[in-house]
């Protein structure tokens, strides 16, 4: 007892810049790249130079450079493949050396491959024997990733492949037999993971993004396709402090200015 009471020091609250941790989920096809490139360059107010990109999609991302979304031409962001083996601590490696580059954005796309992929923690627990005392190194490596992620001064966006979900029912099918219900799409990672994140976002096949967690209230409860003025109201938030309309205020006071000029 005692032992860290000279650390604890209070002092009166200020504001200060904040870093946006973002996950962004979906099935494959659904934009999860493109989106985090569009939220990244407007995070950076519209620098290319300052989004990085890992890459363990086999170069995947660098399909996008000089094409055209809504409007918006992918430009010359900063890129770095990484193949297996997806060690937890490659991961951490990537974001010190973004960092240290100068990087004001990371994209990790994907953050599955970290769980479930090659050398990941999934197959890093089976060499090890898969029972309980297995899980303690991969799970501790784990866990350093995500506060090193929350910890480091540097917006991080992670992309994560979503799958189906079932769970066995126990004589909830024909005849008493046993059933399978679908309890919707799941990201590869670990459970609650996404939690873990300021804000969190699943896309669908339509490229619709509807926000799962939002620690903002710029986007809660909203559904929409993800563009660069979402990543833009985010940098107006975090980076510059300044009070920012949610979405929701904005479509009411469009709402409320369009029915002004209807009574007209």
Avoid: C
């Amino acid at each position: 007892m005692g032992k860290y009471r000279n650390q604890i020091q209070f002092e009166d609250a200020e504001r200060e810049q904040l870093y946006a941790k973002i996950a962004i989920m979906g099935a494959s096809g659904s934009g999860k790249t493109v989106s985090a490139l569009k939220l990244a360059y407007g995070l950076t107010g519209g620098d290319w130079s300052k989004v990085y990109m890992g890459d363990t999609e086999n170069k995947r991302s660098l399909a996008y450079r000089g094409t055209t979304h809504t409007g918006l031409e992918i430009g010359r962001f900063k890129h770095v493949p990484l193949a297996a083996p997806y060690d937890t601590e490659k991961f951490m490696d990537l974001i010190d050396v973004a960092y240290e580059n100068g990087a004001e954005v990371l994209i990790i796309d994907s953050m599955s491959h970290q769980w479930e992929g090659l050398g990941g923690v999934l197959d890093e627990n089976e060499e090890q024997g898969s029972d309980f005392w297995a899980w303690k190194g991969p799970k501790k490596k784990h866990h350093a990733l995500k506060d090193h992620i929350q910890q480091v001064p540097m917006h991080i966006i992670t992309t994560m492949r979503t799958k189906q979900e079932y769970a066995v029912i126990p004589g909830g099918g024909k005849n008493g037999k046993n059933g399978i219900q679908k309890l919707g799409m799941k990201p590869v990672q670990e459970n609650a993971f996404d939690y873990e994140f300021l804000l969190a976002f699943h896309i669908d096949e339509d490229n619709i993004a509807d926000v799962k967690k939002d620690n903002t209230g710029l986007f809660r409860g909203e559904e929409f396709k993800i563009e660069v003025d979402h990543g833009a109201k985010l940098r107006t938030w975090l980076v510059e402090g300044k009070e920012v309309k949610s979405i929701s205020q904005e479509k009411q006071e469009e709402e409320d200015a369009r029915q002004v000029l209807i009574e007209k």
